[in-house]
C-alpha cells in the first residue's frame, strides 16, 4: 500500500501564490537594507553542535533539532556496550576472577549436551545471579548514558541552526580578517526549534535579520528605527508602532528601590501591565518579595504617560540617584534628536518603560514593533547586546540588531489586503494557438516577450481554446494572445484582456508596448 503523503509536524508547504507573496515580503524589506549599507550573507543550515549549545539557556538547548551522524550510529551505539563488567557488580560478587569463572562457565554450558559436569550447580547458580545483575546495570547503565551530553556527543556532532544570531557571531568570529568593520550584515533564511507545533507557531520558519557589530554609535539604533518605518510602510502598513525602551532605565528603577539582584522579576512583571492591570502587576511583585514601598516608589514610573520628551523628563527625575538609569535616558534622547531630524513616514515612535523583551540578553536599546490595525503580537523586534562574539573567544565587540517577523507580517497583509494585485499572478501573458503551425509561428514571438523581461508562456498545441482559456483564468493571467490562421497570414495577433473580456488585433510591436505600459 502506498504512504499517506505528510510534511513533519510544524512544517508547511508553500503555494506558488504564498511564495510569490512571501517573496514580496523579502524582497521588500532586503531592498531597505541594502539601501541602509547591509549586506547578505547566508549561514549553513546545520552548525556544530557545540557551537549551539548552552548559548540559549537550558530550554532553548532543549528545542535544538540535533543530527544523527550518518552511517556509524549503530556501530557507535553497540561500542558502549562493551564495558567491563566490573562497571556493573560489585566486586565481592565477582567472587575471585569473575572472567576465568564465566569462561568456566561457557565451557561448562558448551559441555552439558554431552552429559559433562565441570561446575558443582551452586556455581551454576552463582554466575547466573551475576550475569542478571550485570544485564540489569547494563540496562540501565544505557539508558542513562543516551540521555548524557557526553553520549550525545558521541552520535551527534551537528545541528540544525536555532536563529541567525549564534551563527552569525561565529561567522564574524571566523571571518574576522576579511570583514570591514563597522560590519552591517542582513540574513533570511530558516531557522528549526523542536517546540510543540500550534497555531503561529512552527517547528521550522523564516528569521528576517538585520545587525551591525563593531559600533556602539547610536545612530544605528536611529537607522534602525527608520528601516522598521520604511520597510513597513513600503509593505503598505499604515498604522503601526516601534516601541523603544533601553535595558540602562530598567537597571535604574531596580537601583532606586535597591533590588538590583530582582531586576528580572521586576521587569517580568512590569511587561504584563497591559495584560493583567496595574493590580496584576502589584500581586505578582508582592509575592515575589516586593514591598508596598517598592511599588509606591516604581509606580510613577511603569504609569508614565505623556509624550516622549515628557516620559523623559519624568525619568530624570525618578533616576536622580541612578547613574545607570541616568544614562539609559541620554541614550533614549539621543536616539529620539535623530528622529527628530527625520520624520517617520506612518511609524508612532514611543518610548515605553514596559517593554522588557529579551532582559537577559540585550545591554542597552530595546525594540519592538505591533501593528495597530490588527490583533497581532510582535512583528518586529531587537536591540543592542555587549559582547556578541564573546562566546567564542572574540572580546568586546558590542552590536545592534532587529528582526523582522516574515510569517506574522504575512498574516497582517493578508488580513488586511494589502497585496498588489500583481503578486496573485506568475505569468503576464499566455498564447494561445490552434494547432503546430500555430505553435511554430508562436514560439519565437513568447521568446521576444521573455526577452523584453515580460513572463509569458505558449501553450501546447493540441488543446480547444476554451481548455486553454481556462488555463489561463487558473492561473490569473490578465493577458491572452490568440493566434490563428488568419493572424498568422495578417501578421495582427489577438490579444484578450481577461479581466474585462475585451478583445482587438494589433501587431507585435503595438502588443508589446501595450503590455509594458499595462
Not at 503578486?423 to 490552434?434: G, N, P, R, Y
Not at 523581461?453 to 491572452?480: C, F, R, T
Request: include cysteine; aromatic fraction near 10%.
Amino acid at each position: 500500500m502506498a504512504d499517506k503523503p505528510s510534511v513533519p509536524r510544524g512544517t508547511r508547504d508553500f503555494s506558488p501564490t504564498e511564495m510569490v507573496r512571501r517573496n514580496f515580503i523579502f524582497d521588500t524589506i532586503k531592498s531597505v537594507f541594502r539601501k541602509y549599507g547591509y549586506q547578505q550573507i547566508e549561514t549553513p543550515s546545520m552548525e556544530n553542535l557545540s557551537t549551539l549549545m548552552g548559548k540559549y539557556g537550558d530550554e532553548g538547548d532543549k528545542l535544538i533539532f540535533k543530527i544523527l551522524d550518518s552511517g556509524d550510529f549503530v556501530e557507535k551505539t553497540n561500542s558502549y556496550k562493551k564495558v567491563d563488567r566490573g562497571d556493573f557488580v560489585e566486586k565481592e560478587v565477582l567472587l575471585k576472577d569473575l572472567n576465568d569463572l564465566y569462561d568456566y562457565y561457557l565451557i561448562g554450558q558448551h559441555n552439558s549436551s554431552a552429559g559433562e559436569s565441570l561446575y558443582p550447580a551452586q556455581i551454576s547458580s552463582t554466575l547466573n545471579k551475576i550475569i542478571d545483575e550485570w544485564n540489569s546495570k547494563a540496562v540501565k547503565y544505557m539508558t542513562a548514558l543516551f540521555n548524557t551530553k557526553s553520549f550525545t556527543s558521541e552520535i551527534s556532532e551537528k545541528a540544525l541552526r536555532y536563529d541567525l544570531t549564534v551563527p552569525f557571531a561565529r561567522y564574524v568570529v571566523m571571518h574576522q580578517n576579511e570583514i570591514t568593520f563597522p560590519f552591517k550584515r542582513f540574513q533570511v533564511q530558516p531557522v528549526w526549534r523542536a517546540d510543540r507545533p500550534q497555531k503561529g507557531r512552527y517547528r521550522e520558519f523564516y528569521q528576517c535579520d538585520a545587525d551591525v557589530v563593531g559600533s556602539d554609535s547610536l545612530l544605528n539604533e536611529a537607522e534602525f528605527v527608520l528601516i522598521y518605518d520604511e520597510a513597513l510602510s513600503k509593505l503598505g502598513l499604515k498604522d503601526f508602532t516601534i516601541k523603544i525602551n533601553n535595558r540602562k532605565i530598567l537597571s535604574g528603577i531596580a537601583e532606586i528601590i535597591d533590588k538590583s539582584d530582582s531586576i528580572i522579576h521586576l521587569t517580568v512583571a512590569i511587561d504584563k501591565l497591559d495584560k493583567i492591570g496595574l493590580d496584576g502587576v502589584t500581586k505578582e511583585l508582592m509575592d515575589r518579595g516586593f514591598s508596598e514601598e517598592d511599588i509606591e516608589k516604581i509606580k510613577p514610573v511603569i504609569l508614565l504617560e505623556g509624550s516622549n520628551e515628557a516620559k523623559l523628563e519624568s525619568l530624570r527625575l525618578a533616576l536622580i540617584n541612578s547613574d545607570t538609569g541616568l544614562k539609559g535616558c541620554d541614550e533614549i534622547e539621543t536616539v529620539l534628536n535623530y528622529i527628530a531630524n527625520c520624520p517617520l513616514q506612518t511609524a508612532n515612535l514611543e518610548l515605553d518603560i514596559t517593554l522588557a523583551r529579551g532582559l537577559n540578553y540585550y545591554t542597552g536599546a530595546i525594540f519592538e514593533v505591533k501593528t495597530n490595525e490588527v490583533a497581532m503580537g510582535s512583528i518586529g523586534g531587537g536591540g543592542r547586546y555587549d559582547d556578541l562574539t564573546g562566546m567564542f573567544g572574540m572580546k568586546g565587540l558590542t552590536g545592534v540588531g532587529i528582526s523582522f517577523g516574515a510569517d506574522r507580517i504575512y498574516d497582517v497583509m493578508e488580513e488586511l489586503k494589502l497585496f498588489p494585485a500583481e503578486t496573485a499572478q506568475s505569468t503576464k501573458v499566455l498564447i494561445c494557438c490552434f494547432d503546430k503551425e500555430g505553435e511554430k509561428y508562436a514560439f519565437p514571438i513568447v521568446q521576444q516577450l521573455r526577452s523584453r523581461e515580460m513572463s509569458a508562456e505558449l501553450y501546447p498545441a493540441g488543446a480547444k481554446i476554451k481548455k486553454q482559456l481556462d488555463y489561463a483564468n487558473g492561473k490569473n493571467i490578465p493577458y491572452v494572445i490568440i493566434i490563428g490562421s488568419e493572424e498568422m497570414e495578417s501578421g495582427l495577433l489577438a490579444i484578450k484582456n481577461m479581466l474585462t473580456g475585451e478583445q482587438e488585433k494589433k501587431s507585435l510591436a503595438e502588443i508589446i508596448g501595450y503590455l509594458k505600459n499595462s
